[in-house]
């Protein structure tokens, strides 16, 4: 007779992208700071970090709500955007150990992706890191309503992996993402590794630096922490 199988944290586990698999929080700020400062406006540093854990057009709202933007929305999007894109293809880092995690948790059950950002921008990420194919599906921008600290996303992909929200783990980086996983019921682990805006993670069920500690015992001690 065999091993059992080592205890799983949860029935299904759901991945954010930036900030959890890849570093890219840090270029999305650079990128909005570089196009106001050409358009000639002065944005507060604080403010430029509001793109962290949120999708593109929550942020330009806020940002439009506070500073005199001498362009309309649309063309701001799609520059701060297209900058991103380009300054991405360079600088763009993988958070120790996030393939090999994504491999691991699509072993052992249904995975799936809920990000801010859109799809394009995904599925380019997902293939630098070679794993798209191990997610049953990915939600971007385009695919629920309200960003995240709201639980839209989170709970649109628990539903349609037909799991209990209290039976599914979510990886996530920054103070609005792990807001939005306890609001869908589930279980929240932050990643720290990418907290450069110095996001409060504490309201988190677990907290671990990157994935290179994940083995298996982790796991297991992780799933023995929630179940109690």
Same mark, same amino acid.
């Given at each position: ?18 900030? %959890? ?10 990128? $909005? ?31 439009? %709500? ?10 701001? %999007?799609? %520059? ?33 992706? $809920? ?72 279980? $929240? ?40």
């Amino acid at each position: 007779m065999g091993a059992p199988p080592p205890p799983r944290p949860g029935d299904a586990v759901l991945f954010d992208l930036d900030g %959890t698999l890849i570093d890219s929080e840090p270029v999305a700020f650079r990128a $909005v700071l570089e196009c106001c400062g050409e358009w000639g406006v002065p944005v507060a540093q604080a403010d430029a970090a509001q793109v962290a854990g949120k999708k593109w057009e929550v942020a330009v709202e806020l940002l439009f %709500t506070r500073y005199k933007i001498p362009v309309g929305k649309e063309e701001f %999007t799609r %520059t701060v955007v297209d900058r991103y894109k380009k300054k991405l293809v360079k600088e763009m880092k993988i958070i120790p150990g996030a393939p090999e995690m994504v491999r691991r948790m699509a072993k052992q059950g249904p995975i799936a992706l $809920v990000s801010g950002s859109h799809r394009e921008e995904i599925f380019w990420a997902l293939d630098r890191l070679k794993v798209r194919d191990l997610f049953r599906f990915v939600l971007g921008a385009e695919d629920y309503p309200l960003s995240k600290p709201a639980p839209d996303g989170f709970m649109k992909a628990i539903a349609a992996l037909g799991v209990p929200p209290g039976e599914t783990l979510i990886f996530e980086d920054s103070e609005a993402g792990v807001a939005s996983g306890l609001a869908a019921g589930a279980k $929240v682990v932050a990643v720290t590794h990418a907290n450069h805006f110095g996001h409060d993670l504490s309201r988190a069920h677990a907290q671990i630096p990157d994935f290179h500690g994940a083995d298996e015992a982790w796991l297991a001690a992780l799933a023995k922490k929630l179940i109690r």
